[in-house]
Every structure is written in structure tokens, then in C-alpha cells.
């Protein structure tokens, strides 16, 4: 049973529009990551959290928020979208008893036109 | 900011053949972790290494103990299975921020 979920999975979204990506880790974890994948760019980290009610910028975290209201549950959040940020996004769980293990959910693909 | 340099970017190999890949870290890193990204985009964790070497069937990767400033997995007797896209990710002093190389793109043919 997959232990990181991410929903939508797919998302068509108009510039300016609010888009939500939403994350649910079923693995107790108090580590959240939120990541983006671009051709050519690897993942690049863009907000995480230590615990419920922390949010901390990560190294592109222009133009997103972050959301983490539960240990269970970490949403990203683009208030204004706009094309550049057309990706596939990425969450993961980890914490400090695994060190730096960090484990996926299976992404979502964000279109912005 | 810290700086992962994966290479080669892309690389063919015939099934049966051996090859290896390797990340470089332009600082000390704490840890490693391996990944392959299947065709339906999952990253599925292959190795977690703070030190040493860790072996899994035909992957083997190594963690350079001393510097620690690379890090490699070798493949053995590649399979079709074996391809997709190879990440490494690597954490420094931040805790438990990975950084990302840009992957190495696998494809193993007949």
C-alpha cells in the first residue's frame, strides 16, 4: 500500500488561476518535501517541513506557498500560476531516525496555459 | 549552493554489459541516496549510503568514505529492466535537504 500519495495526479490549470497540489504520507514521518522536475534540472527542492505547522522555503520557493497542517499531510500551494511552472511535482517523506532517507510519491503533472 | 554533478548524461549499454556511473559532490556531502525513474515517472529508491558500499543483486554503489565527495553505482550484467533514468541525491550539512544530479538516462538494448 503506497505510503506517500499525491493528488491530482494530472492538473490543467489557466494562468492566474489557484492550484492546490495536495500530499497524504501515511509513513509517520515528520520530514515533507516538495519538489519540482524539469527537463534538463534534476528535482529541485522548492518548500519542506519539519512537523505540522512548519513550513520552511527550500531553493526555488518563488511564486509557491506551502501548507502542512497535520504530520500526515503537506499541500503546496501556487496562488497566482503561471506557465514556468508547468512540471511534474514531486513529494516525499522522511525522517531523522532513516537520516536522509527521503521516500516519493508517484508525482503530478502540472500544465499551466 | 551545493552542487551535484551526475555523469554521463546519457549512456547505451548492450544486455550483459557492466558500467558504472558517478556523481560529484562540489562539497562534502553527509549521505547519498539512489534512484531510478521508471517510464512512468515513480522514483523507486535503489541505495541509501552514508559510508561505505552497499550491494543489491547487479547494483552495487559506493560512497567515497574519505572526502566523501563522489559517489557511484555500478550496474552488472544489464538488463532491459535496468532501463531508465538514474538519480543521485545527496545531503550536506542542511539537514535532510537532498540535492538532486540532473540523472543519467539508462536505456539497455538486445
Known amino acids: 500500500e503506497a505510503a506517500v500519495t499525491q493528488s491530482p495526479r494530472n492538473k490543467v490549470a489557466v494562468t492566474g488561476g489557484k492550484v492546490t497540489l495536495s500530499c497524504n504520507q501515511t509513513?509517520?514521518?515528520?520530514?515533507m518535501y516538495w519538489y519540482r522536475q524539469d527537463t534538463g534540472h534534476g528535482l529541485r527542492l522548492i518548500h519542506y517541513?519539519?512537523?505540522?505547522?512548519?513550513?520552511e522555503k527550500g531553493d526555488i520557493p518563488d511564486g509557491y506557498k506551502a501548507s502542512r497542517p497535520s504530520q500526515e499531510n503537506f499541500s503546496l500551494i501556487l496562488e497566482l500560476a503561471t506557465p514556468s511552472q508547468t512540471s511534474v511535482y514531486f513529494c516525499?517523506?522522511?525522517?531523522?531516525?532513516?537520516?536522509?532517507?527521503?521516500?516519493f510519491g508517484p508525482g503530478t503533472r502540472l500544465l499551466v496555459l | 549552493g551545493d552542487q551535484v554533478e551526475q555523469s554521463p548524461s546519457a549512456l547505451s549499454l548492450h544486455e550483459g554489459t557492466d558500467s558504472a556511473l558517478r556523481c560529484n559532490f562540489t562539497?562534502?556531502?553527509?549521505?547519498v541516496q539512489w534512484f531510478r525513474q521508471n517510464s512512468r515517472g515513480s522514483l523507486i529508491s535503489l541505495f541509501y549510503?552514508?559510508?561505505?558500499t552497499k550491494e543489491n543483486g547487479r547494483l552495487k554503489s559506493a560512497f567515497d568514505s574519505k572526502e566523501r565527495r563522489y559517489s557511484t553505482l555500478h550496474i552488472r550484467d544489464a538488463q532491459l529492466e535496468d532501463s531508465g533514468t538514474y538519480f543521485c541525491?545527496?545531503?550536506?550539512?542542511?539537514?535532510?535537504?537532498?540535492?538532486f544530479g540532473q540523472g543519467t538516462s539508462l536505456s539497455v538494448v538486445p
Open positions: 541525491a545527496a545531503a550536506s550539512s542542511s539537514f535532510s535537504k537532498l540535492v
Open positions: 517541513s519539519y512537523g505540522a505547522g512548519s513550513t
Open positions: 562539497t562534502t556531502m553527509r549521505s
Open positions: 509513513n509517520n514521518h515528520n520530514n
Open positions: 516525499a517523506s522522511g525522517d531523522e531516525c532513516h537520516q536522509d532517507t527521503q521516500y
Open positions: 549510503l552514508a559510508s561505505g
